[in-house]
């Protein structure tokens, strides 16, 4: 079925961002890197070197370069493509809105 008439369904609104990122797969307990691609209160886009299975939990610390903490998050992947070879962007629901961390990372993209 072709959908030409697809409407986002997000409440929050993303923003583009690229911040360095570790995760846990709580599932296969796999480490990992990654870099954001954008961040709203519920959810990433990441890249990664490789495939995040669908429905996999995540833990993530993003560094967000404001000398705090890094951020805590856990969550669901939704989606994971492959871009080329070696490289894939997933989209990540976040169990919880978070709109202090989100603040955060705000507070970094508007001085730069």
Request: without cysteine; neutral net charge; hydrophobic residues 40%.
């Amino acid at each position: 079925m072709e959908n030409m008439n697809y409407d986002d369904q997000r409440i929050f609104a993303r923003f583009p961002a690229r911040f360095p990122l570790r995760f846990l797969d709580v599932d296969t307990n796999m480490e990992g890197g990654a870099e954001t691609s954008d961040i709203s209160a519920k959810g990433l886009g990441l890249v990664t070197n490789g495939h995040l299975q669908p429905n996999s939990s995540l833990e993530m610390w993003l560094h967000i370069p404001d000398q705090g903490e890094p951020l805590y998050a856990r969550g669901e992947v939704v989606w994971s493509k492959m871009v080329e070879p070696n490289k894939y962007r997933s989209g990540i629901n976040l169990d919880k809105a978070d709109l202090m961390g989100l603040s955060r990372v705000l507070r970094v993209l508007r001085k730069s």
